[in-house]
């Protein structure tokens, strides 16, 4: 199983900026592409960005210009830089790492069966 903890959320004016990490930890083997998703209350879920394992990105249309998503594979980590803030950015801020399948590594069987996903963290805007 793959762990995934946010960090990185609070409360910030409009206009500002945050940083939010996600660290992954476990059969990190079993990730390859990952992104940030986040719900606002009342809405669904929706994906804000991603980024393949070779490094391709892909936005939403309302943060293109204005968030940018990088990893450290080498440390198992996650970001995404928000930048030009605005109140409509108010959500809970998920990191996922999608299920690839079952993968073999060193001998072993990783059945890396799983969508992944931290528990989130609040990001509020104020205008």
């Known amino acids: 199983q793959v762990q995934l903890v946010e960090s990185g959320g609070g409360l910030v004016q409009a206009g500002g900026s945050l940083r939010l990490s996600c660290a992954a930890s476990g059969d990190t083997i079993c990730i390859s592409a990952m992104g940030w998703y986040r719900q606002a209350p009342g809405k669904e879920r929706e994906l804000v960005a991603s980024i393949a394992s070779g490094q391709s990105t892909n936005y939403a249309d309302s943060v293109k210009g204005r968030f940018g998503i990088s990893r450290d594979s080498a440390k198992n980590m996650l970001y995404l830089q928000m930048s030009s803030l605005k109140p409509e950015d108010t959500a809970v801020y998920y990191c996922?790492?999608?299920?690839?399948?079952?993968?073999?590594?060193?001998?072993?069987?990783?059945?890396?069966?799983?969508?992944?996903w931290g528990k989130g963290t609040l990001v509020t805007v104020s205008s």
């Open positions: 996922n790492a999608p299920k690839v399948g079952p993968i073999v590594y060193s001998g072993r069987v990783y059945s890396c069966a799983m969508d992944n």
